[in-house]
């Protein structure tokens, strides 16, 4: 059984790990989801950066990993389209099927829509204990005006997603490199922060408002001090509900690290776990086939045809 520093109870509450790029963020999330994927619990991983599809082989390339769909990017099992964000959430929410949404590839338009589409399906559907991990999760919540009404939507999803997940069987982890840029309304609704190496002042006064909003800013002074100087792979783990204030090394994954910068000596083709594509196919495809039927514009555009069809019938009569 794979142990981890982070406490089981912490586990089953929101988490916001932030850090600066190499601090050893996606690594230690990584390291999480190995932990829920081991107990067989239920794992759906929101990628935007294409680097996750590594839980699928050993640490060394030469062996099998988790059994976890990769849905889109360089290492797809299935194909994914902007338009498929209600059926991959209806498979997640009702399924035990372990799944990585791979957006990399994707247009900010496409990704967006894929987004809102999946938060907002999920959330109706959703009873269970699910982890979501959600990468760079300032693309999906983001602080500040957005740009477009889909945009907002997107936004209105997200902080929807983390402010009543809970109620639904929802833990969601929220990884972020600009913690300034993650929406308030998110990072201030997670009960656990793990706080990495951070540089930028903004970042670090993101992590300050958290801090105000959860625990003591007195007992946070070592922590806020401690963090432009942090060590990679080195954090604080702060639950306030639960008591649980401690600095960490975060241990090695035991999985393929597919994010780390490539140097030439990597293996070609590392060995990935199988999975029951059919299976998934089958059943996506059976969702597709429930939703169009339920679809209320397409619902709407048969009832229009229907009378056009009568009308005319009644024209030759």
């Known amino acids: 059984m794979i142990?981890?520093?982070?406490?089981?109870?912490?586990?089953?509450?929101?988490?916001?790990?932030?850090?600066?790029?190499?601090?050893?963020?996606?690594?230690?999330?990584?390291?999480?989801?190995?932990?829920?994927?081991?107990r067989g619990a239920r794992l759906c991983v929101i990628d935007p950066v294409g680097r996750w599809w590594g839980?699928?082989?050993?640490?060394?390339?030469?062996?099998?990993?988790?059994?976890?769909?990769?849905?889109?990017?360089?290492?797809?099992?299935?194909?994914?389209?902007?338009?498929?964000?209600?059926?991959?959430?209806?498979?997640?929410?009702?399924?035990?099927?372990?799944?990585?949404?791979?957006?990399?590839?994707?247009?900010?338009?496409?990704?967006?829509?894929?987004?809102?589409?999946?938060?907002?399906?999920?959330?109706?559907?959703?009873?269970?204990?699910?982890?979501?991990?959600?990468?760079?999760?300032?693309?999906?919540?983001?602080?500040?005006?957005?740009?477009?009404?889909?945009?907002?939507?997107?936004?209105?999803?997200?902080?929807?997603?983390?402010s009543l997940g809970r109620g639904v069987g929802l833990r969601i982890i929220l990884i972020s490199q600009r913690p300034a840029k993650l929406h308030k309304d998110s990072l201030t609704q997670v009960e656990t922060l793990i706080a990495l190496r951070l540089i930028a002042p903004q970042d670090r006064r993101a992590v300050e408002d958290w801090i105000g909003e959860w625990a003591d800013p007195k007992e946070g002074r070592e922590l806020l001090a401690s963090l432009p100087s942090l060590p990679t792979?080195?954090?604080?783990?702060?639950?306030?509900?639960?008591?649980?204030?401690?600095?960490?090394?975060?241990?090695?994954?035991?999985?393929?690290?597919?994010?780390?910068?490539?140097?030439?000596?990597?293996?070609?083709?590392?060995?990935?776990?199988?999975?029951d594509l059919p299976a998934i196919q089958d059943r996506l495809g059976r969702i597709a086939k429930d939703a169009k039927a339920n679809d209320p514009k397409l619902l709407k555009g048969e009832v229009w045809r229907l009378k056009n069809t009568i009308a005319d019938l009644e024209k030759k009569a």
């Open 3 to 38: 142990t981890h520093p982070i406490p089981g109870e912490a586990l089953a509450h929101h988490i916001a790990i932030l850090g600066k790029t190499g601090s050893g963020k996606s690594y230690l999330a990584q390291g999480i989801a190995e932990h829920v994927l081991e």
């Open 233 to 275: 792979g080195t954090g604080w783990i702060w639950a306030p509900e639960l008591g649980i204030l401690k600095r960490a090394e975060f241990p090695r994954i035991k999985t393929y690290d597919s994010g780390r910068a490539p140097t030439g000596g990597e293996i070609a083709g590392p060995v990935l776990a199988p999975i």
């Open 55 to 162: 839980l699928r082989s050993s640490a060394s390339g030469k062996g099998p990993g988790y059994p976890i769909i990769v849905f889109g990017g360089n290492h797809a099992d299935v194909a994914l389209a902007e338009t498929h964000g209600i059926e991959l959430a209806s498979i997640v929410a009702t399924s035990n099927t372990p799944a990585i949404l791979d957006t990399r590839l994707m247009g900010v338009g496409e990704r967006t829509r894929l987004f809102t589409d999946f938060a907002e399906t999920l959330l109706r559907k959703n009873r269970d204990p699910l982890t979501l991990i959600v990468d760079e999760s300032h693309l999906f919540a983001p602080q500040g005006r957005v740009a477009d009404p889909q945009s907002g939507k997107m936004l209105h999803a997200a902080n929807n997603l983390v």
